[in-house]
């Protein structure tokens, strides 16, 4: 089992950057699919990045040329890059990892508020 922590959520002005952090515990997280997924108030769970194991990314269309991906093996960290934010990426950040065959994630952080001003 992992256990995962995410930090670095907060307010920044449209056209700014944040970067967030997961750290995880209990299991390495070049072991495991990481991703991003957020939520805002009322919609739906939506996918945001992804990295496998191999080290390969995903990034869904919202945020294709303005997120990345990345994971430092020695701190056993994942972190989400944030550019160019815009006031339709407010919304609750989760950490996530899953292990097998599939898309599947099996485990969640606890999320992180990320909130953009017009």
């Known amino acids: 089992q992992v256990q995962l922590v995410e930090s670095g959520g907060g307010l920044v002005q449209t056209g700014g950057s944040l970067r967030l952090s997961c750290v995880a515990s209990g299991s390495f997280v070049r072991s495991y699919r990481m991703g991003w997924y957020r939520q805002a108030p009322g919609k739906e769970r939506e996918f945001v990045v992804l990295?496998?194991?191999?080290?390969?990314?995903t990034a869904g269309n919202s945020v294709k040329g303005r997120f990345t991906i990345s994971r430092d093996n020695a701190k056993n960290t994942v972190y989400l890059q944030m550019n160019n934010l815009k006031p339709e990426d407010t919304a609750v950040y989760y950490c996530?990892?899953?292990?097998?065959?599939?898309?599947?994630?099996?485990?969640w952080g606890q999320g992180t508020q990320v909130t953009v001003s017009s």
């Open positions: 990295i496998q194991p191999g080290g390969s990314t």
């Open positions: 996530a990892a899953g292990r097998g065959a599939g898309t599947l994630m099996n485990f």
